[in-house]
């Protein structure tokens, strides 16, 4: 009697027949909570990922990780049931589910781990959140290189990351002896109040920061946001200026501008919520006067991406109306096209792109759309190849889940994803190819025609060899000094940027 009444017990918690060799979970392990986070994670990710796969299979792969916990734990399924085994002992035991549904298979899971909890000291002492970081990082090194589940505290950083800093915009650096502003965000607090690159701080809530160093001098002006602020900068009059600030979410600078021997260089090194504002107010400051430039270099070696729709509304400045990319996914929601609008600013200046093996993602989807528009030339190397899209979920533990949901297309309907883009103009094979492609444009030839010709043509699912092939015309590497040189004498040189830049392949 007894024994009955404490197999019914074991099915309620643990249905579709199955038989653990144990009763209670572990205290190591928090069945509800994991529950609910795997219920959550799997509902949102299963019907998101660009290559679907069934839950059966995620949760599997899942499952694996407590192997990586115990090495003396073995998960299989094997002859419609799936079980654990320690040191060569079954401890759990379960039908594998009919129904492939995240209802189906996450109380399978919960009841496995619990029976490892129970029969493994070193699952025990891991605890519940490093056994559901190990279930995500085994489940997700299955899928694409980007997908992730993303624990409560770093995922906390990375929010407020995302949102900025609490501060009055300004970036510091050192100068001697004394703490000097390195750059001011243009719409941010200290531009308001006047601040300008290489005004000194001289004290924050009157207390004089003298003999302090920048990263101690920017930890005392960043704080939380709405708080107040005293400060005391010294500026290019050479008189002390005092104000108060309140601080406020100031999102990093990210595009700056010089002009120098004609041309107009603009470096974006990342797409946060202002690039797109700050990138046209510089470009219109640039562009203002009697005295144009003669073109227009766009520097995005070592941009790493950020927002796509940033890069999105930069390329919207320098392009007619048209595509400028297009995302493709399982979800309905994850179809869209991008376009441009009618009007372009810098119309007829020629425009050179530099890219190396860093920049990656919204950088490569400005420099892909600008080379498939026909708009600029692209100098420098093949770019890093991501062209996948993510989109994240909040998780019940204050986690986030980050899931792959749809891939990049450039105008032309290339992929972005591991091809990456190709440059017009290569300069990562060395100087002397590089002078040899120069005096080749110059006399109207085209060395890459065939390599890009190649790349616009492409169409996924590309196979690594394939892609690689492609790439290895023009190796991915750091970006070099060449490379403005290159874009100078583009610029200087109409018939060689005519020639480099091609007309787009249909």
């Known amino acids: 009697m007894i024994r009955t009444a404490l197999l019914l017990g074991l099915l309620f918690v643990v249905p579709f027949g199955v038989h653990p060799a144990h009763a209670q979970a572990a205290t190591g392990f928090d069945a509800q909570a994991a529950s609910a986070i795997y219920n959550a994670a799997l509902s949102f990710l299963a019907p998101r990922i660009v290559d679907p796969e069934p839950v059966s299979k995620l949760t599997q792969w899942g499952l694996q990780s407590l192997t990586a916990v115990d090495p003396q734990l073995t998960v299989a399924a094997k002859d419609g049931t799936i079980s654990l085994v320690s040191r060569n002992k079954t401890v759990f035991r379960a039908d594998v589910p009919k129904d492939d549904t995240v209802a189906a ?57 995302r949102s900025g800093r609490a501060g009055i915009g300004i970036t510091l650096m050192q100068k001697g002896a004394v703490v000097a502003v390195a750059d001011v965000v243009r719409d941010g607090p200290a531009a308001a109040a006047g601040i300008r690159p290489g ?74 919520d ?158 002397g190819v590089t002078r040899q492609a120069l005096n080749a444009l110059a006399a109207g030839s085209q060395p890459m025609l065939s390599v890009i010709a190649a790349s616009r043509a492409a169409r996924p699912p590309l196979s690594p060899a394939r892609v690689q092939e492609i790439r290895n015309a023009c190796p991915a590497s750091e970006g070099r000094a060449d490379d403005m040189t290159v874009a100078r004498q583009l610029i200087a040189n109409p018939a060689a940027y005519a020639a480099a830049l091609m007309p787009p392949i249909r």
């Open 105 to 161: 298979w996450v109380p399978v899971a919960i009841a496995l781990t619990s029976a490892a909890a129970q029969s493994s000291t070193a699952v025990q002492r891991a605890g519940t959140p490093a056994i559901v970081q190990a279930f995500f990082d085994e489940m997700c090194n299955h899928l694409d290189p980007y997908t992730r589940y993303v624990a409560p505290v770093e995922a906390g950083e990375d929010r407020e990351q």
């Open 274 to 431: 202002t690039t797109d504002v700050h990138l046209a107010q510089r470009l219109q400051d640039g562009l203002a006067g009697d005295d144009p430039p003669d073109g227009i270099v766009i520097d995005l070696r070592g941009n790493r991406g950020g927002l796509l729709r940033q890069a999105v509304t930069v390329a919207d400045e320098f392009l007619p109306e048209g595509p400028i990319v297009s995302t493709v996914g399982r979800a309905p929601d994850s179809d869209h096209v991008w376009r441009s609008t009618p009007g372009e600013l810098g119309e007829g200046l020629p425009l050179v792109v530099l890219v190396d093996g860093h920049t990656a993602s919204a950088a490569e989807v400005l420099a892909a759309a600008l080379a498939d528009r026909g708009r600029a030339v692209v100098v420098g190397s093949a770019t890093f190849g991501k062209g996948l899209v993510q989109t994240i979920a909040p998780m019940p533990d204050g986690g986030e889940l980050h899931v792959t949901w749809s891939r990049m297309l450039a105008p032309l309907g290339w992929p972005l994803q591991g091809l990456g883009v190709m440059p017009q103009v290569c300069t990562s094979l060395g100087t």
């Open 199 to 272: 005004d000194t701080i001289v004290a924050i809530a009157n207390e004089p920061v003298r003999g302090l160093g920048a990263s101690a001098v920017e930890s005392m002006i960043l704080g939380p946001e709405d708080t107040q602020l005293s400060l005391t900068w010294r500026g290019h009059d050479g008189k002390p200026h005092e104000a108060r600030f309140s601080r406020t979410m100031v999102p990093a600078e990210t595009v700056f501008a010089e002009r120098s021997d004609g041309v107009l260089t603009i470096r974006i090194a990342g797409f946060n």
